[in-house]
């Protein structure tokens, strides 16, 4: 039985230490990145990239880059979730197949392809990397809660130097590192964390 939504938010915790004999198949890796990627997204581009990194020969690699954290070698995969900058290129399939499929009428997509690749094609770089990075979080959010579901955990990780990263990787210069998420079962049950009371976090209508 699948578990309960709120089931898999609350049990959700960033895990460190993995069993390193458990194998995730590429058929349900590749059905949790097709979850994940139901996430939205601006303008439904879908800037999110996925380098899957499997081979133990790799994840080797990758341990120093990323300064050395053990959860690299030891969890099934890592999975770098990358932003496509140069993603408003799949502008015009995006949309033509959302009026194949139904989803859409042409006289919209007709008047929404061009007036959103002359918007992000012009994007000054910051704003196009806040674009795929905020896109890239919600998609790796996803994929972390889907994990959960599918009965396996993950820890997100910003700690790994990315420019290493895309050079032994060979990375194409256009895609943004968003983050790392190690991906597998726990061999070490994670701690607990503490969350702000949400009453000093929010506020009402506006700020005074
Ligand atoms: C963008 C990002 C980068 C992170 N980088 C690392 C990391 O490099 N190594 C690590 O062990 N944890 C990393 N974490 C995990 C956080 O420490 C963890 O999410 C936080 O302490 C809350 O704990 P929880 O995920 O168990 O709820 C990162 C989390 C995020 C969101």
């Given at each position: ?21 458990v194998?995730i198949?590429?058929?349900e890796?590749?059905?949790m ?43 099934s ?69 889907v994990a959960k579901a599918h009965g396996y955990d993950t ?28 991906i597998g079962k726990a ?22």
């Amino acid at each position: 039985m699948e578990p309960a939504f709120f089931d898999v938010i609350r049990e959700r915790h960033s895990v460190r230490y993995y069993d390193p004999t458990v194998t995730i198949s590429e058929a349900e890796l590749k059905q949790m990145l097709e979850e994940a990627a139901l996430a939205p997204s601006s303008s439904n581009l879908q800037p999110w990239r996925f380098l899957v990194i499997t081979d133990p020969a790799e994840k080797e690699r990758l341990k120093p880059i990323a300064y050395g954290q053990q959860q690299v070698v030891d969890a099934s995969a890592v999975i770098a979730v990358l932003g496509d900058l140069d993603s408003y290129q799949n502008t015009e399939r995006i949309y033509s197949s959302a009026v194949e499929m139904g989803y859409m009428n042409e006289e919209t997509k007709n008047r929404m392809v061009p007036r959103n690749i002359e918007t992000y094609k012009n994007l000054p770089i910051e704003a196009a990397r806040g674009v795929v990075l905020v896109d890239g979080g919600l998609v790796s959010m996803q994929l972390m809660l889907v994990a959960k579901a599918h009965g396996y955990d993950t820890v997100p990780m910003g700690g790994y130097d990315s420019v290493k990263f895309k050079d032994a990787f060979h990375v194409p210069e256009r895609y943004v590192p968003v983050m790392l998420i190690a991906i597998g079962k726990a061999a070490r049950e994670a701690h607990p964390t503490y969350r702000l009371p949400i009453d000093e976090i929010t506020v009402w209508n506006r700020y005074e």
